[in-house]
């Protein structure tokens, strides 16, 4: 195949992408034209352009409560799912034992599991233990979603990583901890923070599990999007989604890059 073949089944390659990425998201752009709509509806195209609905997102105390509890369980998830999910990739990458691959499969089971049935199954079970409409109770929900999305990045990056690193400083006297803390995690850092960020971004896009876990008390920007829509036809809901889009997507185009990186220089 010659040079210019190979360019020109490229650039087919890359514009059926670039059709299949439009036809997908075509659907979730909707949402923005219709959050500056001049009237109190959801009609499309608008009849006119007015940003009255962020300023009502931002003014409505309902609205600013929601977004401050969403970021705070966001921030929270990013911080826990990390945690453990960085220990679960060093562990399952490095040690051998039995049920090793029984508990791979375990913890990336709600990547694949229907979340109505994770919720259901967690709903009861923080019924029990009255945490139901609690931030703890948010916290680890949501991190049992947002695991996977640690666990996968931070394995991967471990995958490719060079083991000789570690084997030198232990011969330089340094133990498990400041081995793993000095050479391993700055090398996998990459994998780390895109692991974070797509923890933040389950946690602070989830709605399905945080129905059933709320509380008149406690309501993530989902919730309180969901229950707008289904009473209201307040263009403010628009506002909330798009805000939302913006900030999965900036996070996840920034892991995305990190993640490229990282598959660069290995």
């Given amino acids: 195949m010659t040079a210019r073949m190979k360019t020109a089944w490229r650039g087919?390659?890359?514009?059926?992408?670039?059709?299949?990425?439009?036809?997908?998201?075509?659907?979730s752009l909707v949402v923005i034209p219709l959050s500056f709509a001049d009237r109190a509806s959801f009609v499309f195209p608008p009849s006119g352009w007015s940003t009255q609905w962020y300023a009502n997102f931002f003014e409505d105390p309902s609205w600013m409560s929601?977004?401050?509890?969403?970021?705070?369980?966001?921030?929270?998830?990013?911080?826990?799912?990390?945690t453990f999910?960085?220990?679960?990739?060093?562990?399952?990458?490095?040690?051998?034992?039995?049920?090793?691959?029984?508990?791979?499969?375990?913890?990336?089971?709600?990547?694949?599991?229907p979340v109505i049935v994770v919720a259901i199954g967690i709903?009861?079970?923080?019924?029990?233990?009255?945490?139901?409409?609690?931030t703890f109770g948010f916290v680890i929900a949501h991190s049992v979603l947002a695991l996977p999305f640690v666990i996968v990045p931070v394995m991967a990056s471990l995958a490719n990583f060079d083991t000789r690193l570690e084997n030198a400083a232990a011969i330089?006297?340094?133990?498990?901890?400041?081995?793993?803390?000095?050479?391993?995690?700055?090398?996998?850092?990459?994998?780390?923070?895109?692991?974070?960020?797509?923890?933040?971004?389950?946690?602070?896009?989830?709605?399905?599990?945080?129905?059933?876990?709320?509380?008149?008390y406690l309501q993530?920007?989902?919730?309180?999007?969901?229950?707008?829509?289904?009473?209201?036809t307040d263009p403010t809901i628009a506002a909330a989604g798009t805000l939302i889009l913006l900030l999965t997507t900036v996070l996840t185009v920034i892991a995305g890059i990190y993640t490229f990186r990282r598959n660069r220089v290995h």
């Fill in 12 to 27: 087919l390659l890359l514009l059926f992408c670039a059709l299949v990425g439009i036809w997908l998201t075509a659907p």
């Fill in 66 to 82: 929601a977004l401050s509890a969403s970021l705070q369980v966001g921030v929270l998830v990013a911080a826990v799912a990390t």
């Fill in 85 to 113: 999910g960085t220990a679960a990739a060093v562990a399952l990458s490095r040690a051998q034992f039995f049920g090793k691959q029984g508990i791979r499969a375990l913890l990336l089971a709600p990547m694949v599991v």
């Fill in 123 to 134: 709903y009861a079970i923080f019924l029990q233990l009255n945490l139901l409409g609690t």
């Fill in 172 to 216: 330089c006297g340094a133990g498990r901890w400041t081995t793993f803390r000095t050479v391993t995690l700055p090398l996998v850092a990459p994998g780390v923070l895109s692991g974070a960020l797509f923890a933040f971004a389950t946690s602070f896009d989830e709605v399905v599990l945080s129905l059933f876990i709320q509380s008149p």
């Fill in 220 to 232: 993530t920007l989902p919730v309180k999007m969901y229950s707008s829509v289904t009473r209201d």
